[in-house]
Each structure stands twice: as structure tokens, then as C-alpha cells.
């Protein structure tokens, strides 16, 4: 399996790490500090088993170092789309020379 | 008389042996040819019922017998002779027989094989007996008896070699089909790789008559830049993404034994083929009986005759091939068709060739030698239709060459979860539609020319898919091309009576697995397929349903009273033949197991005459040892030279991660359960992390190097995950403006301590390291020995210490220096094993006691988490259950004896109730020079405000030495810290 990473290309699945179920932002990945540990509980926890497409966060740990956001189907093991998960990596690819 | 080689076969010689015997095969040969050639008919004993069995096949399907290749650490159990090529001075035997192969004790299993039904051992052994010692002295024996060939208990002294490759199109099998496709692909301009899991290529085109067109087609399809021909490369399984699994076994004399090729295939092209099965009847495994494929492969690509006396019994079309190659070859041949009517135009060429061709008929029971078993005849009847038949009369025989159908190789499109369906028409598996493409036999195409049109429109359309060309799809080839149907025939039983009994009528030889079997497994509830396959072993293990899946499947459809129409076929798992474990661990073993990290001061220590230890991957210097000196002697004089004057030691290993931003402060006091906003500039802190759930991840330090610039150091075990934990939550709060790098090899560093050590800082520095300037957790950016240096004064052990870092380039001048320095105030270097007895002595915690399963308040450190702000893991850190007062809490040990040594690991228990668990346990321990004693760290139940001056026993299980010991708090020396500012 590969996945391609929109900084170092498309690299063997070895180089990645998987960080979990992805939202779409970051902020919102866990709850506040100060919140419950009812609140805690659910997203340290507690898991979703998804059919079909998910979101994932990712880290090309073993390479540029940055988090990912991949749409893969875990029906198909297809992988829909790899984007950077962090809005300031995806700023600064663009201000890339 | 058995096999021979035919005339005009004009190939070198290769000697090799079998069972101690030495032999001749020809260049080019299998070992089953060679055998064959022989005239070797039994080859090896069955697993279960240790009936002779010989050669059945002339490919990966074969289920007749298993050998033993090489001897002593190169001994590979469990190879079919047919797939194994012959190469001069090849050592084989038969294996699952004693004492001799055609005298076998275990043979017995076969008068009593009522006994040995499917699930009979487990029935028998495991129901009353079940988690006994009658069940586990049985089962050793069992496990004897039902034996495969015995793996060498020595290390593999080959080399296995592991690639990644890439290409367009990975075309699996070098068959007409194949080579079509990977022609087409090639000239649409792709990268083609063509696997071949035969030491030559060609797959069936190997057994024409005119070898000269297969060559000149290789030949002209080699030259081509983009086409790699790879022979004895097998693709034993595809995997997501076009990822295929291919092993490449190397020619004799190869650097490697075996290479693994990692093939990330854009599209793959399935040529694998199809593989002959036979049908059932009594007594169908005695040496002699074989696939009527194999026997004409044997005679036109090997040039050995199986035999003289040939019978070929077949329900279909290709099984005239067969006889008119064996008759052309100048065997005696008879051809029983199970169908009423024999194909007009085969049946003309068959006669015209010398075939005695009888329509009609079907073998019942086959009979063998008394001596030995193997075929001499048979019982054949007229077919009654479903295959019924009552045995009429005899023929002798030495081969029963066997044609039942055609199953397509749909290993891979199945792997890759493309489903296939039940041809009725073709009584066989076609494979799914999918991304993978199939053509040829392995897409049902039977016929020379067909499968050469198949191929071409495969490799059209890999060239469409991968937008290669704009040309439009070929035509496609149809299933099937026979000029008659087959008869779906899968199990010949007698009709009426049976007054010599039936024979036993297998489905799987390979796994001694009968039609009965099958009939039994279903009687007992084990209806689906997938039961039925777990209940017998049909198809599993290195056959994987390629002897008897279909047979097995349709025994049992006709069994639960259905027909064959909705047949589905149980799941095929790679890899697709046995492939040896040494292609996995490939060059990952001994010293290429692991990378070895070196500190920058590694030859520096190395020659100050360290002895290194493993921690993680790094070695680390354990302990410099005078001469005499063992580790406890060596240490013991470094820990207390620590004390007494000064010590140097690497601690180049710590994590360390740069942490930079406006937002850096409020970054890290977040992440840290004590507070760091408020750290001065210029000071550093010790500081606790915790995971989400609320448990320790690590300790370490924070050094504030500017208002915006801190350096956050963690233990050893730990940079790894404490870098990634604070990568993630810098992630997470995209609002704070900071930046989290990891710098562990960015920076290396000497720990200074002992009550000499500002003297030494001094030397390295020049600067003014006063207490005024450098004050107990002040932090510097200074010069040491020229060169840019960081150094905080921080303690491990207790005394007066500094931490001093800098650029790797920098760290040969700063040992030298360090040393002499040292050496001028009497001190040296010190180790590892030092190191942690100076910090027992104090009371700091390391990754033994930080074992994830600890809170701050377990730590003894309740104080660290904060009241007054929210930090990660605080909210779970608050659970009930982390706050019970009852949790085991961090102590010190002392024995009572003070001679007494403790083991780590060593569980405590109150005294007089030392069973069980115990209350908590040792966690680390020290030959202490300070206290003159062996000293622990341990967790005990309620900790030292429970046991404070009171008695546990630490009970070691494995060592059985108990050893009784006093409690108190986890420091036992300088309590209050005096000795920090000595």
C-alpha cells in the first residue's frame, strides 16, 4: 500500500503512521482542556468502525513529518484522496516557489 | 515395467540422488521427470494414512507425495518433485515413512483408517480428555504419526534478498496467453514484467512439438527494452494498490537463495492457467495414477514415458491430447471417455494414431501390487450416467492418466476480491471481472489460438487502462472451444454391490481426504463449504484447493442433494505455493536487524575503554572497568568517584525537541502538568507528561533559552513518542503560534557532576559559571572549547552537576577536554549502570518506574500536577479509579540483612500474607557505595504514608530467593538537597 503524500510523493505505507478518525479540523480533533472526562472518554476511548469511506489523519512520520488527511475506503482499501491535514502546511506549499 | 526416458531426448546429464541412490536425470528435467525417468514409481508415504503415493502432476497442483530436499542446515522439508527443478548433485528423499519407503510401519493407519475419519483424533483424544495430560501426551504422538517432512532445527545459512520493483503491467505466466498479452502491452510503449514460476518459459507451448517457435517468440519478445522476462518468479499473492508478491528462486551459485521483488504493478494481467483435475474412484492415489496432463508434459517436454502401459480415462476433450501424444510417443494406449459419444474429429485422430479408444467407460477401482501398491490394473465399467458404474471387467495398467475438467487458476483475481462464478457449460470457476485481467486457460479460453486472442485483448486493454494507447479493445476469445462438451463428472460409484468393497476414493490425496470425508463433515452439520474445508483440511495448507477444491465442493453439492449449479468456491489465500520464510525476514536478521545508533562520543568512550550496553538502538557506555574489575565493581567505584569528586558522563541519547513561537510558553504549559508559563528566561525545570488517558508519558526538563525558544529534553526510552506527542498537539491548536522540532542528534552532551564539577565546567568554558552567574537550574548559551554550547546546571544524581551540549562536530575536543579536566580534580568517566545508582540513591524515577501504567500521584509527585490550569490528561488523570488512595505509590526498599540482593521484579508483600500478588512491586535496584547495601525503588499499595518504617517481603518467583526489607520514602540520601549545591 502506498499513499501520497502531496509534499514527498507517493511513498510506501511504512513511512506513515495512522493518528486516528480525522474531522476535518484540527481544533476540534479533542475536546477542550477543561471539559469533563465524560467528554474525554468518548474521544480517547471510543471508536467508530466506519464501512466504507472514512477520514483519517495520518503522519508521514518518516518523512516530511506532516499530518494528512486521507479519504480511504475501508471497504476497498481504495485511497480517495491525501491532502495536508494542516492548513499552514498547505499555505506554505502554496507559497512555494 | 515402469518409466523411461524416450529416444531423441538428447539433453546433458545431472547426477543426483534419491534415498541415498545415486542417479541420472537430463538438463532440463523436474526432479519428478527425473524420477520418473527413473523408473521410481512410489516417491513418499501420505501424511495421514502413510499409503504410497507417487508423482500426480506435473506442476504446482501435484498431491501425490512431498520430499525432503538437502541436508543438515539446508534441509527443506515439504517440496513437490514436480515444481523442484533438477540441478547437478540435488540430494532428495522421501519423507513421512520409516523404516523404509516401501516398507512403512505407519502404513497400518491405512487397515485401520476406519479410526481415521475426518475429526477422528479430536472426537476421540480431546472430548473426554480435553486440557489433560492424556490430550497433550496424544496429540504429541498424533502429531508424529500425521507427519509432513521435519524442518532443520539449524539456522538458515542462506542469504534471502528483498527488492522493491516497479512496473506497468505485471503479466503472471509466460503461457501463449501471457506472452500475447505482454507483446501487445510492450508495443503500446508500457514497462512490461513477465513472471514465470517455471524455470522455463513457455508455460503449455513448452510441451510442442517444434521447440524452435517458442524460442524465436522469447527471443524476439526479450529484445524489446521494456519487457523483463523473470523465470522461476512465482506471484504468490496480490495485495491492495497493484502490489504483488513475487519470489524469484535464484540459480545454484547466486549470492542469494531467494529474492522477494516488492512489485507495485499498475495493472496486473493474470496468465496463470488452468490446472487438470481428475474424478474420483476407488483406490485413485496408488503410484501410477496421474493427471492425463501431466503424463503428456512427461512424455513431450521431459521425453520420459511414465510407463508402458498407459490407460487414460477421461470426461473431456483434452484427454485426446494425451493419448495421441503418449501413442505418437509409441505407448500402448487405451482411452476410456466417460462420455456415450467420443468427439468425432478427436476421436479419428486418436484411432489414427494408435489409440484403442473405448467410449463409454469409466475406471471403478484401481488394483495395485501386493508389495508396495503400485497400479497394475484397474476394474472399469460402463457409465450408467451420474457417474454410477458397475465393474465389469479388468485392464492392466501402469499409468491412469486422469482427465475430469479444466479449473481455471483463479487464485489471483480472487485474492484481489474479484468474485468468480460457476460455469456449468465449462464445469469450472471463471474468474471475477475486476481490475485485475485474466486471459487464456486462467479466463476459461482452452483452445492454443483462443488463448493467444485472450491474451492480446488482455493486453489491450492494460494499454487502455493505463491510457498507453487510443487504439480500441480487441475481440475478445470465448470461454470453453472444445468439440464437445465435458461430462460433469466428479465421483465414479459403483452401482449396486460392491463385493470387494470400493476402494478408498480421495478428493484431496495431498491431505488424505476422502469423498466419504467430505459426506461425513456434511452428515455432522458441516454443511457449508467453508465448514466442510475446516472439518476435513480439503484445499488447505500448500494445496489450496488446487487438487481437490471443485471436486470436494461439487461431492458435497451433490451430497446436501443439490447440483453443481450454485457452487461456490471457498476462499483462496496467498501465498499460491508455499514459499520459504527467509523471503520475509529477507535481509532483516543478525546484524541487519536493527540500524545501530552511535552518540557522537562513541570512539572517544570506546577507547577510554567502555563496555557498551543496548539501550533501545543506541549503545550506550555501560561502565569503564579497571583491570579486575566486573560491573558491580566498576560502577559501584564510579557512582562513589561521582560523589567524592567528579564524574563524565554521555547523556547524548536524551530526547530533545525545540519548541519556538510567540506561543511557546502557553504551548508548553499545556502540555505539561506542572506550570512553565511562567518560567524565567534563562532557568530551566523539571516537568511531568502526561498521555490523554491520564497516565505518565515521560519526565524530562524545559530550558527556556528566550522569551520565545525553549528546549525540551526527555528520557531516552521516550524521545521518540514525547517528539510525536507534542507534534500532534501543536497540530491541534493551530491558534497558538509555535513550532515543535525534534533535535535529538542535532545536539550531543556530557553530564558533569560531582562536587568538583564547576571546576571542570570552568576549564571547558573559560566563562564565569559562579553560582551567582550559574545558579541551580540556570541556563546558559556559552563557549565550550570553542565551540557554541548549551549548558543548564542540572542534577541526576544528586550532587552539583551540569548538563553541557553541543554540535556533534564539536564533541571529540569536548571529551578530551572534559577528561583531562576531570582526571586533573581526580575524577573520570562514568556509565550507564553509575548513572543508576546515583539516581536510586536519590529517588528519580526512570522508564522503570515510568511503565505506563503511573500517575503523578503514584510517582509520589501529586504536587507536579497542577490545581490551577488545565494540561493534556488532566480531565482522565481525575478518573475515580487513578485516585484511589489505594494505588501503589513509589518507595524505597532496604533489606533488612544488609548483605541481602533484591531482584527487580521482585513482588512485594506484607509480611505473613505473602501469597498471591502481592501489594506492588520492585521495580529498580542498586549495589549502593553510598549506603553500602542494595537499595530498591518499588511500588507498594498506599506507599510510604502506609509503610513508612515497616517490613515487606519482596518474593522473587523465578529466582525463589526472598528477600525482607524495610520501607521508607523513595530517597535515601541528601533528603534535602544539600549535596546540589556542594
Known amino acids: 500500500m502506498r499513499l501520497t503524500c502531496p509534499f514527498c510523493g507517493p511513498r510506501d505505507v511504512a513511512e506513515f503512521v495512522y493518528e486516528g478518525p480525522f474531522s476535518g479540523a484540527p481544533q476540534t480533533e479533542r475536546p477542550a482542556l477543561s471539559a469533563a472526562p465524560a467528554a474525554w472518554v468518548e474521544a480517547v476511548f471510543l471508536r467508530d468502525q466506519p464501512r466504507g469511506e472514512t477520514r483519517e489523519l495520518w503522519r508521514h512520520l518518516h518523512g516530511c513529518g506532516c499530518f494528512l488527511d486521507v479519504l480511504r475506503d475501508t471497504l476497498t482499501h481504495e485511497v480517495r484522496a491525501v491532502a495536508f491535514a494542516d492548513p499552514a502546511d498547505a499555505a506554505a506549499m502554496r507559497a512555494k516557489p | ?982
Not at chain 2, 501424511?47 to 539446508?74: N, Q, S
Not at chain 2, 472430548?127 to 496429540?139: Q, S, V, Y
Open chain 2, 1 to 982: 515395467m515402469s518409466g523411461f526416458r524416450l529416444r531423441g531426448h538428447a539433453a546433458p546429464l545431472v547426477p543426483f540422488t534419491w534415498q541415498g541412490r545415486a542417479m541420472l536425470g537430463a538438463q532440463g528435467d523436474t526432479l519428478a521427470a527425473a524420477l520418473l525417468a527413473n523408473g521410481v514409481r512410489t516417491v513418499g508415504r501420505s501424511f495421514k494414512h502413510h499409503r504410497p503415493r507417487g508423482i500426480m502432476a506435473a506442476g504446482e497442483e501435484e498431491a501425490g507425495a512431498l520430499v525432503t530436499l538437502g541436508e543438515g542446515a539446508r534441509t527443506t522439508p515439504n517440496l513437490k518433485p514436480s515444481v523442484v527443478e533438477l540441478e547437478a548433485g540435488l540430494v532428495a528423499r522421501a519423507q513421512n515413512c520409516w523404516p523404509s519407503l516401501r516398507f512403512d510401519l505407519g502404513a497400518v493407519n491405512d487397515r485401520l483408517s476406519p479410526l481415521f475419519a475426518a475429526g477422528f483424533y479430536y472426537k476421540t483424544f480431546m472430548g473426554p480428555f480435553a486440557d489433560t495430560r492424556i490430550w497433550m501426551a496424544c496429540e504429541r504422538l498424533i502429531r508424529r504419526a500425521a507427519g509432513m517432512g521435519a524442518a532443520s532445527p539449524l539456522p538458515d545459512p542462506d542469504l534471502y534478498d528483498r527488492v522493491h520493483g516497479h512496473c506497468d503491467v505485471l503479466v503472471a505466466g509466460s503461457g501463449p496467453a501471457g506472452l500475447a498479452a505482454a507483446r501487445e502491452a510492450a508495443d503500446a510503449g508500457l514497462d512490461v514484467v513477465v513472471a514465470e514460476a517455471d524455470f522455463a518459459l513457455g508455460g503449455d507451448r513448452l510441451s510442442d512439438r517444434d521447440p524452435q517457435e517458442l524460442a524465436a517468440a522469447l527471443a524476439e519478445l526479450d529484445a524489446l527494452p521494456n519487457v523483463r522476462l523473470m523465470a522461476r518468479t512465482m506471484v504468490f499473492g496480490l495485495y491492495d494498490h497493484g502490489v504483488a508478491g513475487l519470489v524469484e528462486r535464484l540459480p545454484a551459485g547466486a549470492p542469494w537463495r531467494e529474492r522477494l521483488h516488492v512489485m507495485h504493478a499498475r495493472k496486473v494481467v493474470a496468465a496463470t492457467g488452468a490446472l487438470q483435475r481428475g474424478f474420483v474412484f476407488g483406490d485413485n492415489d496408488r503410484p501410477g495414477v496421474m493427471s492425463a496432463a501431466a503424463a503428456r508434459t512427461y512424455v513431450r517436454r521431459f521425453g520420459v514415458a511414465p510407463a508402458r502401459e498407459v490407460v487414460v480415462a477421461g470426461a473431456e476433450d483434452s484427454a485426446y491430447a494425451a493419448s495421441i501424444a503418449l501413442a505418437q510417443a509409441g505407448l500402448d494406449v487405451i482411452h476410456l471417455d466417460a462420455r456415450e459419444a467420443a468427439p468425432p474429429a478427436l476421436a479419428e485422430r486418436a484411432r489414427a494414431a494408435g489409440v484403442d479408444l473405448r467410449p463409454g467407460w469409466v475406471p471403478v477401482r484401481t488394483q495395485g501390487h501386493a508389495l508396495g501398491g503400485e497400479l497394475r490394473g484397474l476394474s472399469v465399467g460402463r457409465h450408467l450416467g451420474d457417474g454410477r458404474a458397475r465393474a465389469e471387467t479388468r485392464l492392466p495398467a501402469e499409468i491412469l492418466a486422469v482427465s475430469g475438467g479444466w479449473s481455471p487458476s483463479i487464485h489471483l483475481t480472487t485474492q484481489a476480491r474479484q468474485k468468480p462464478a460457476w460455469s456449468a457449460e465449462l464445469g469450472c470457476f471463471l474468474p471475477g471481472e475486476g481490475e485485475v485481467l485474466s486471459c487464456g486457460a486462467a479466463a476459461g479460453v482452452w483452445s492454443r489460438e483462443g488463448a493467444e486472442t485472450s491474451g492480446r485483448a488482455a493486453g489491450r486493454l492494460a494499454a487502455i487502462a493505463l491510457k498507453a494507447t487510443r487504439r480500441r479493445p480487441l475481440k475478445d476469445a470465448d470461454p470453453g472451444g472444445d468439440e464437445a462438451p465435458p461430462a460433469a463428472l466428479w465421483e465414479v460409484r459403483p452401482a449396486g454391490r460392491a463385493f470387494h468393497g470400493a476402494g478408498k476414493a480421495y478428493v484431496d490425496p495431498l491431505h488424505d481426504v476422502t469423498a466419504d470425508d467430505v459426506r461425513l463433515a456434511r452428515q455432522e452439520g458441516f454443511e457449508a463449504p467453508e465448514h466442510m474445508k475446516r472439518y476435513t483440511t480439503l484445499g488447505m495448507a500448500p494445496d489450496q484447493g488446487k487438487a481437490g477444491g471443485v471436486i470436494g465442493l461439487a461431492v458435497l453439492a451433490v451430497a446436501r442433494g443439490e447440483g453443481t449449479g450454485s457452487l461456490a468456491p471457498t476462499t483462496f489465500r496467498p501465498p499460491y505455493a508455499p514459499v520459504s520464510m527467509g523471503i520475509f525476514a529477507g535481509p532483516d536478521r543478525g546484524p541487519g536487524w536493527a540500524p545501530v545508533r552511535r552518540t557522537p562520543f562513541h570512539a572517544q568512550a570506546e577507547a577510554a575503554g567502555a563496555v557498551f550496553v543496548d539501550a533501545g538502538l543506541w549503545k550506550r557506555a555501560w561502565f569503564f572497568p579497571r583491570p579486575g574489575e566486573d560491573l558491580t565493581a566498576a560502577s559501584m567505584r564510579e557512582a562513589a568517584m561521582v560523589r567524592a569528586t567528579v564524574g563524565v558522563a554521555d547523556v547524548s541519547t536524551l530526547g530533545k525537541v525545540e519548541v519556538q513561537g510567540r506561543d511557546a510558553a502557553a504551548f508548553l504549559d499545556r502540555i505539561f502538568a506542572n506550570p512553565m508559563a511562567n518560567l524565567p528566561v534563562g532557568r530551566a525545570r523539571y516537568g511531568l507528561l502526561l498521555r490523554e488517558d491520564g497516565i505518565v508519558l515521560d519526565d524530562g526538563t524545559v530550558w527556556r533559552l528566550a522569551g520565545d525558544r525553549f528546549l525540551v529534553t526527555c528520557t531516552t526510552a521516550h524521545a521518540a513518542t514525547t517528539a510525536e506527542h507534542l507534534a500532534r498537539w501543536r497540530f491541534r491548536w493551530p491558534e497558538l503560534d509555535a513550532t515543535v522540532d525534534e533535535t535529538t542528534e542535532a545536539w550531543c552532551g556530557l553530564a558533569l557532576a560531582g562536587p568538583r564539577s564547576r571546576a571542570v565546567l570552568e576549564a571547558l568554558t573559560g566563562a564565569d559559571v559562579s553560582d551567582a552567574a550559574l545558579p541551580h537550574l540556570g541556563v546558559r548559551e556559552i563557549e565550550a572549547t570553542g565551540a557554541p554550547a548549551r549548558v543548564a546546571r542540572l542534577s541526576f544524581s544528586g550532587e552539583r552537576a551540569y548538563e553541557v551540549m553541543v554540535r556533534p562536530e564539536a564533541a571529540a575536543a569536548l571529551w578530551q577536554a572534559a577528561l583531562a579536566a576531570a582526571g586533573a580534580e581526580g575524577g573520570g568517566p562514568y556509565g550507564l549502570e553509575a548513572l543508576d545508582i546515583l539516581r536510586v540513591e536519590k529517588g528519580h524515577v526512570t522508564g522503570r518506574e515510568i511503565d505506563g501504567r503511573v500517575t503523578p500521584g503514584d510517582l509520589g509527585m501529586p504536587g507536579m500536577a497542577s490545581r490551577a490550569k488545565d494540561y493534556v490528561g488532566r480531565a482522565l488523570m481525575e478518573r475515580e479509579g487513578l485516585l484511589d488512595p489505594a494505588r501503589p505509590v513509589l518507595i524505597g526498599l532496604r533489606p533488612v540483612e544488609p548483605g541481602a540482593k533484591v531482584a527487580g521484579g521482585a513482588l512485594l508483600h506484607p509480611l505473613g500474607a505473602e501469597t498471591g500478588r502481592g501489594i506492588g512491586h520492585v521495580s529498580s535496584v542498586a549495589d549502593s557505595p553510598a549506603l553500602g547495601m542494595r537499595i530498591a525503588l518499588g511500588f507498594a499499595a498506599g506507599g510510604p504514608a502506609r509503610w513508612d518504617g515497616k517490613l515487606l517481603m519482596a518474593k522473587d518467583p523465578i529466582s525463589g530467593r526472598d528477600v525482607k526489607m524495610r520501607a521508607g520514602p523513595p530517597c535515601f540520601l541528601d533528603p534535602w538537597g544539600e549535596r546540589l549545591h556542594g
